[in-house]
C-alpha cells in the first residue's frame, strides 16, 4: 500500500462515503449504488479504486459481490501519522 495512493483515493467524497457505508459492515454493489443514486459503471471505477488501494476487500457469495472495509489499511495509516508526531495517547 503506498500512502500517496491512499490519500489520492479519500481525496473523493463518494469514496469516502462508500467507505462510511462499509464501515457498518458488508454491502453489494447493488446496494452502495442504490444508496449513493450513482450508475453501477460509476460505482464500479469507484470500488476498483478502492480495491487496488486496499482499503476494500471484495467477497463472492454465489451471484453477488460484497464488499467491506479493510481496517489494516487504516491502522497502517494511524501508525505513520503517530510516527511523525501527530497523535498523542494521553491518559
Given at each position: 500500500m503506498a500512502k500517496a495512493n491512499v490519500f489520492k483515493v479519500l481525496s473523493d467524497s463518494i469514496r469516502r462515503d462508500i467507505l462510511e457505508m462499509l464501515k457498518n459492515g458488508r454491502m453489494s454493489a447493488g446496494e452502495i449504488a442504490e444508496r449513493l443514486e450513482i450508475t453501477p459503471a460509476a460505482l464500479s471505477y469507484h470500488l476498483k479504486l478502492l480495491r487496488e488501494s486496499d482499503m476494500v476487500m471484495e467477497y463472492k457469495?454465489?451471484?453477488f459481490?460484497?464488499?467491506e472495509i479493510n481496517t489494516g489499511v487504516?491502522?497502517?495509516i494511524i501508525l505513520w501519522i503517530e510516527s511523525l508526531g501527530g497523535i498523542k495517547n494521553e491518559k
Open positions: 457469495q454465489k451471484n459481490i460484497y464488499y487504516f491502522e497502517d
